[in-house]
């Protein structure tokens, strides 16, 4: 089983995609709550971005984020480590993602 801290540490990888040079520019403008669910921990974490720069990455839950995604930290941890493709889990279930369609579709340039 992931330890929080891998859970953390996958987060702050997707933190720092937002300052690659390569797709910065694709978020430029992108302000979203996106929250991460991961059922195996019984945890949450909410990622706040503001005209995409990531403002912080906490322990959080709220009642309606802009995107939602619900995943088992270690598939979680696959499909950034490149082990999972994430259209693959998402097809099976096993990644859930709910809000806009175009924003998740930024989220997969993430992942």
């Known amino acids: 089983m992931t330890t929080k801290k891998e859970i953390e ?4 990888i997707i ?3 937002f300052g ?3 797709l910065k520019p694709r978020f430029v403008g992108f302000s979203k709550n996106m929250q991460f669910t991961f059922p195996d921990h019984k945890t949450t974490y909410l990622m ?6 990531v ?5 959080e839950n709220i009642p309606t984020p802009d995107i939602h995604v ?5 598939i979680f941890i696959d499909i950034l ?7 693959t889990a998402y097809q099976t279930g096993k990644l859930k ?3 806009n369609l175009n924003d998740l579709l930024k989220l997969q340039k993430l992942l």
């Open 9 to 12: 540490d996958v987060l702050n």
């Open 97 to 99: 993602a709910k809000g």
């Open 48 to 53: 706040k971005v503001n005209n995409g720069v």
């Open 20 to 22: 690659d040079p390569k």
């Open 70 to 74: 619900t995943i088992e930290s270690n």
């Open 15 to 17: 933190k720092a995609k």
């Open 55 to 59: 403002q912080s990455v906490l322990e």
């Open 81 to 87: 480590n490149k082990k999972t493709n994430p259209m």
